[in-house]
């Protein structure tokens, strides 16, 4: 979770982060899902999109939001911005 003001005096006094943000424990605000990467509600660490996908664009907030590889290309691992290349 995160808080931007001061005087947190138990963990409830913290927010969870927004869909498509992550928040690093002990953050003051929220970070947008960096391109690749998607980020479900309360996220602490970006999830890499899965083999077979990438993510085309920052902010997205589940696995489906990122894109399948398209047609006559590949994406061989996880994290990718863009397919990896032409199939052969």
């Known amino acids: 979770?995160?808080?931007?003001?001061?005087?947190?005096?138990?963990?409830?006094?913290c927010?969870?982060?927004?869909?498509?943000?992550?928040?690093?424990?002990?953050s003051s605000s929220e970070t947008n899902c960096p391109q690749g990467s998607y980020c479900p509600q309360g996220t602490e660490v970006?999830?890499?999109?899965?083999?077979?996908t990438f993510g085309?664009?920052?902010?997205?907030?589940i696995?489906?939001?990122?894109t399948d590889c398209s047609p006559g290309k590949y994406c061989s691992q996880t994290g990718l911005t863009a397919p990896d290349g032409f199939c052969s």
Do not use: E, M
Request: proline content about 14%; charged content about 15%; aromatic content about 4%.
């Open 1 to 13: 979770g995160w808080r931007q003001l001061p005087g947190a005096g138990v963990s409830g006094d």
């Open 15 to 26: 927010a969870a982060c927004s869909a498509s943000k992550y928040c690093p424990p002990g």
């Open 46 to 52: 970006p999830i890499k999109c899965p083999t077979g």
């Open 56 to 61: 085309a664009g920052p902010g997205l907030s």
């Open 63 to 66: 696995a489906d939001d990122c």
